[in-house]
């Protein structure tokens, strides 16, 4: 036989209990009051013990009688009969017939006709007077006083006689005596449960307390054993977002393949945005379903009077790019529009703007804005994992070992690069993964060689390689998720449980 669980003191109470009552089930209540627990650590207990089957428990549908408004306030004004008793006492032993009639009004013929039937009063003469069995209680008042000293009674704990006075009162208003039902369990000990009580050691404790350690007490006591098996309830510490903490590894991975990191406001003048990326001004992304616009709000361009110069003009006619432009007529209001920025390209363009690097390798993680409908894979904010290269000799091969390089590190290992379209880039490539689950491949961002109708205007001599990457769906992929608005949400469970570690 495996040794039995250690027994907490509840349920060693609960045993000692019922071995003491012998053969006999017994209540939850009895068993709580004959422990000296309450009921809840009774019922605990019960569980525990039925678990470990110790004991066995049965359920037992019970009717229960208790008081109803106006029984109760019969049980303390008295049965009319037992007014008159008190009347007749209150006037020395003997009253006035018509005295008596006034006094009670309605109940006088009913309180008359039981106590004369109770022998408690002999009338003669139109007086009333007391016997001396007056002082005797009747089975309905005995009933109704026991009725009123507990919320309800059983009735299996009744007598037959009981039973019958309580039909009595009921006959004289219904509304005396409440009857429902109510469910109880009663309790006792398997084979088990019996044998395993008899070695109960009611004396084992639970701890060790100084007092005990002082006195020397404790050496000829024996400790309660443990089952550290038994489960616990989870805790949950605070932790960090599932996005913040891959946030943070994009971070680390880029400084650790050399980068830098860069930042940018959120709100960008369509400057940034667009035209300096080489975006005609009718372009169909610039529309108002697709970017978020702040209304009212004009952006300063002021101090970029040169590039504003150098972007108009290679949008309108390449400039001295070789490019033939866009061939339309460039306007500095629509360049002034403050948007949402749609890309963190931006925050890479006014960088390039403003430092014109011969060489460089910065990235910036930012949240992007797009006027879309939410669905699993699309959510009107998200995050992307911008970055450029500048040098002289960079070129597509160093982009596409370098990403590869970033993915990889990230645990991602099966990505694909596909030839695309960007009106700022040529070549313009995309990388894609391959989602078992879906069979589909899903796009993970963009990426190319900055077209010189981008560079030349900000003074960028050398070849820049840019990517825009999503981070959003990379977090999908790694804890999991199926629908990118999980990422947002508050789903506590999914973030309390989630695996962090890489898999
Ligand atoms: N800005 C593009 C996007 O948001 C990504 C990209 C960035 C493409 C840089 C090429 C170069 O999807």
Redesign the pocket.
């Known amino acids: 036989m495996t040794e039995p669980a250690p027994l907490h003191p509840i349920e060693k109470a609960i045993l000692t209990t019922l071995t003491a009552s012998g053969e006999n089930k017994i209540g939850l209540e009895e068993l709580a009051s004959k422990s000296s627990h309450s009921i809840d650590q009774v019922r605990r207990g019960i569980e525990w013990l039925k678990a470990k089957e110790l004991i066995r428990t049965e359920e037992k549908e019970l009717t229960r009688f208790s008081l109803g408004e106006e029984g109760q306030t019969v049980a303390k004004l008295g049965l009319p009969e037992r007014k008159l008793v008190n009347l007749i006492r209150n006037s020395g032993g003997t009253i006035d017939l018509s005295t008596a009639a006034k006094s009670l009004g309605a109940e006088f013929a009913i309180a008359l006709g039981r106590s004369k039937k109770n022998d408690w009063v002999i009338v003669k003469d139109d007086r009333i007077s007391l016997t001396s069995k007056a002082e005797e209680k009747e089975p309905e008042e005995i009933i109704l006083e026991r009725l009123a000293a507990v919320p309800s009674i059983a009735q299996e704990d009744l007598t037959g006689n009981e039973i019958e006075s309580l039909n009595d009162l009921r006959k004289r208003r219904e509304s005396f005596v409440r009857i429902g039902q109510s469910k109880s369990v009663a309790v006792g000990l398997t084979v088990q449960g019996k044998s395993l009580a008899t070695s109960v050691n009611p004396n084992e404790i639970d701890a060790i307390t100084p007092k005990l350690l002082q006195s020397g007490e404790w050496k000829s006591k024996s400790l309660r054993a443990l089952d550290v098996t038994s489960p616990a309830p989870k805790l949950y510490g605070g932790r960090r977002h599932p996005m913040r903490m891959f946030m943070d590894e994009v971070r680390e991975t880029f400084v650790s393949l050399g980068f830098e990191e860069i930042f940018g406001p959120i709100s960008q003048s369509a400057l940034w945005n667009f035209d300096a990326l080489f975006i005609p001004q009718e372009h169909s992304a610039r529309e108002m379903q697709d970017t978020f616009y702040v209304s009212g709000l004009r952006a300063n361009l002021s101090d970029f009077k040169d590039h504003i110069k150098a972007i108009k003009s290679v949008h309108e006619t390449g400039g001295n790019t070789g490019s033939a432009g866009w061939q339309y007529r460039w306007r500095e209001e629509e360049a002034a529009r403050v948007v949402l920025r749609?890309?963190?390209?931006a925050v890479?363009i006014s960088y390039l703007a403003k430092n014109k690097p011969e060489e460089a390798r910065v990235f910036s993680v930012g949240r992007?804005f797009r006027n879309e409908k939410a669905n699993y894979k699309h959510n009107p904010e998200f995050f992307?994992i911008?970055g450029v290269m500048v040098g002289e000799k960079v070129n597509l091969r160093n982009l596409i070992y370098v990403l590869s390089k970033f993915y990889a590190k990230l645990g991602f290992n099966e990505i694909k690069f596909w030839p695309t379209y960007?009106p700022?880039?040529e070549p313009?490539i995309q990388t894609m993964v391959f989602i078992k689950e879906t069979q589909r491949w899903m796009e993970l961002?963009?990426?190319?060689i900055?077209r010189p109708e981008v560079t030349l205007p900000l003074g960028v001599k050398n070849p820049v390689l840019?990517?825009?990457?999503s981070l959003d769906r990379l977090v999908m992929l790694r804890y999991g998720a199926s629908d990118i608005r999980q990422l947002f949400g508050a789903n506590l469970d999914w973030l309390r449980n989630l695996q962090v570690t890489k898999v």
């Open positions: 749609t890309h963190t390209t890479t992007v992307q911008e960007f700022y880039t313009s961002g963009g990426m190319g900055f840019a990517w825009g990457l």
